[in-house]
């Protein structure tokens, strides 16, 4: 039987729908709740041609459009009830390429979301962000940091609205396309896999840990916050060892706009954050923001920082190949 949410009865639409994440949270959606409707908004008719065929549901719908163009955006959000942001350009070097088009789709298109948001009463928009936002070194980090401002911040254009803007902020999907499991897994083919720097530590989690964790966020949100959860990191070198560990591994030395390790939580937003035991919750420093806005949780102290490199769980050979098929 399924548990009663916000998502019961209600109109969702997701932004890059059709992305690993997007069809991975329709599909937790459509079989763990009652939504209303699904709407999927994308640009590619290909992918929303082929989400089609592998998801036979009748609250499905497919909307193809940019979140550059506003017009499609609004006519899109019609009585629509909650909104994940999903879309964006998310590759680094593309991002670095082509720094007109990230802004254009990052930035440009997070404050499409707002406004789109705010004018046809959604109740709640939560948007996806990473790590790469945190003291960003690349242009796809820069572009996520402003992305996540403007949606903390978008809770100050609402007046007497009911609309309401979250983030959450995770690291790494194991697997996910692009990421390094899959290059090490090509790579393994011909004996040899390369690594840029071997003190480098990243956080990792799973598709179906990130879609739980947004839906999650969006049942609690009261709007402005950054949702933070609590992840396991591991070294590339042991990651590769586990992957190929039949290879010989080559050190390439680190990538522009690369970093050695990736921080969730800041020594500053650590002031104003709070510990829900599973996860971390920025709180936004609003006016319209109380420090005891409904939600318990512990302060954290003084120079609190959430980095890949000095957090406390780490993954093993075990857990990881619990989390991915690395066969």
């Not at 609004?74 to 879309?87: G, K, L």
């Not at 420090?291 to 003084?302: A, I, Q, T, V």
Request: hydrophobic letters at 40%.
């Amino acid at each position: 039987m399924m548990m009663m949410s916000c998502f019961d009865g209600k109109t969702i639409l997701v932004t890059g729908g059709t992305g690993s994440f997007g069809k991975m949270f329709t599909s937790l959606l459509l079989k763990e709740w009652n939504p209303d409707s699904v709407r999927i908004y994308s640009r590619g008719e290909l992918l929303q041609w082929e989400m089609q065929q592998n998801v036979q549901d009748e609250r499905l719908r497919f909307f193809i459009g940019d979140v550059r163009d506003k017009d499609r955006l609004y006519r899109a959000m019609n009585d629509v009830d909650i909104v994940v942001h999903a879309a964006a350009l998310k590759q680094v070097p593309a991002a670095e390429y082509n720094p007109m088009e990230a802004v254009k789709t990052n930035i440009d298109g997070a404050s499409n979301i707002i406004n789109a948001s705010i004018d046809n009463g959604v109740e709640k928009v939560m948007a996806l962000s990473t790590d790469k936002a945190v003291h960003p070194v690349n242009l796809y980090g820069a572009t996520k940091m402003v992305a996540e401002k403007l949606f903390v911040q978008g809770n100050a254009y609402v007046g007497e609205r009911n609309t309401r803007f979250a983030c959450t902020r995770y690291g790494n999907v194991v697997g996910s396309r692009g990421s390094i499991i899959p290059l090490f897994l090509e790579q393994r083919k011909q004996g040899r896999v390369t690594i840029t720097d071997e003190r480098m530590t990243r956080f990792w989690l799973t598709l179906e840990q990130g879609a739980r964790f947004v839906a999650q966020c969006i049942e609690t949100m009261r709007g402005g916050e950054i949702f933070v959860p609590k992840i396991p990191s591991m070294r590339i070198t042991d990651l590769a060892k586990i992957v190929a560990p039949d290879c010989e591994v080559e050190i390439i030395g680190i990538r522009p706009g690369e970093k050695l390790h990736e921080v969730l939580l800041t020594e500053d937003e650590a002031r104003h954050s709070k510990d829900m035991r599973d996860y971390f919750v920025i709180e936004p420093e609003l006016k319209i923001w109380s420090r005891n806005n409904g939600r318990e949780g512990k302060s954290l102290p003084e120079g609190f920082r959430y980095s890949s490199e000095s957090n406390p769980i780490w993954l093993d050979a075990d857990k990881l190949m619990s989390m991915v098929d690395i066969s």
